[in-house]
């Protein structure tokens, strides 16, 4: 799934990988686990996934409030207070006090240049397009890897070995003849039978 996969699309196909699946939908679409990663509003992440719009906003009302919940969750996580965040984001980026504090509240918007350090500060993905997105962007933004991660499962790890040693009945684990750990047990020895034994790697 390419990168550029709108967000209804998106929706679409992770729609259909939980009803192909039986996965549950609310571990896929978790609106406060979507708004903690996105910064939106809970409301803003459940009309989306409705496939509704959200009310329209500018680039810098975006900015202010995902930077006041960034700030916000940052206080939460670390146990600082917002004068050591200020005092830190002056001694880091060369802002005032005040300043670093206005922006972290949500009240001043900043310029694109201290947008970028302070995307890098707070360690967000996307850098500073994370606060400036669009809200269908930036749930499609978080919602891609998951359809990615959903669209290519890792293999069976044990179905891979049989599959490279010939073994073709790889239904045998399912209808009881051997379990998995026979099987296990079995490849474990073809890999020691094929492996360097111990101080025989200078042979």
Request: neutral net charge; aromatic residues 4%.
């Amino acid at each position: 799934m390419e990168p550029s996969t709108s967000l209804p699309e998106t929706l679409q196909r992770l729609e259909e990988l939980i009803h192909e699946r039986g996965l549950k939908r609310a571990d896929i679409f978790d609106p406060q686990a979507l708004a903690a990663k996105t910064a939106l509003p809970d409301a803003v992440i459940s009309r989306l996934l409705k496939g509704r719009k959200p009310a329209a906003d500018t680039v810098n009302e975006r900015v202010c409030a995902r930077m006041k919940v960034v700030s916000t969750a940052y206080l939460a996580r670390t146990g600082k207070r917002m004068s050591e965040l200020a005092a830190d984001l002056h001694a880091r980026l060369g802002i005032s006090d005040v300043w670093a504090r206005n922006v972290c509240e949500g009240r001043k918007t900043p310029n694109i240049d201290l947008l970028h350090h302070l995307a890098a500060y707070f360690g967000v993905e996307d850098d500073e397009r994370f606060f400036t997105a669009p809200p269908e962007e930036a749930l499609n933004r978080v919602l891609l890897p998951t359809l990615r991660e959903l669209d290519s499962p890792e293999e069976d790890p044990v179905e891979v070995l049989m599959r490279r040693y010939g073994v073709k009945n790889a239904h045998m684990r399912q209808d009881g003849s051997m379990t998995r750990a026979q099987i296990e047990r079995i490849f474990e020895g073809v890999l020691r039978s094929v492996l360097p034994q111990e101080g025989e790697s200078g042979k």
